[in-house]
C-alpha cells in the first residue's frame, strides 16, 4: 500500500505561482507513475500532469508550458510547479501513484487551488 500527503494548495491572485508537494510512503518503491490530477464540483477528475519512474513527463493541453511536474532524487515526492495560474486553474488537486507490485492506484486526500481574477 502506498499512502499519498499533499501540501501547497492555497488562494493566489491569477498570474501567480503555486507549488504543490505529495510525500509517499509505505511500498513507494513499487511506484511505476505518480501524477497530478484536478477535480472541480460537477466535473469530472481530469489529467493535469505525470512523470514515470524514468522521468518521461506528460501534460494536459491546458497547463502546457505553464506547469512542470517534478520528483526528488529518492522518487519518493513529487511537485507541481504552477506559474501563470488563471482562474479556470481553480479546483481541488489530487496527487496519485501507480503501483506495480501489486497492481494498486493510490491516492491523496486532495488540495484546494483557488485563483482569483
Known amino acids: 500500500q502506498v499512502q499519498l500527503v499533499e501540501s501547497g494548495g492555497g488562494l493566489m491572485q491569477a498570474g501567480g505561482s503555486l507549488r504543490l508537494s505529495c510525500a509517499a510512503s509505505g511500498s513507494r518503491f513499487s511506484i511505476n507513475l505518480m501524477g497530478w490530477y484536478r477535480q472541480v464540483i460537477g466535473k469530472q477528475r481530469e489529467l493535469v500532469a505525470t512523470?514515470?519512474?524514468?522521468?518521461?513527463?506528460n501534460y494536459a493541453d491546458s497547463v502546457k508550458g505553464r506547469f512542470t511536474i517534478s520528483r526528488d532524487n529518492a522518487k519518493t515526492t513529487v511537485y507541481l510547479q504552477m506559474n501563470s495560474l488563471k482562474p479556470e486553474d481553480t479546483a481541488v488537486y489530487y496527487c496519485?501513484?501507480?503501483?506495480?507490485?501489486?497492481?494498486?492506484?493510490?491516492w491523496g486526500q486532495g488540495t484546494q487551488v483557488t485563483v482569483s481574477s
Open positions: 496519485y501513484a501507480y503501483s506495480v507490485v501489486p497492481i494498486s492506484t493510490s
Open positions: 512523470i514515470t519512474s524514468a522521468g518521461t513527463t
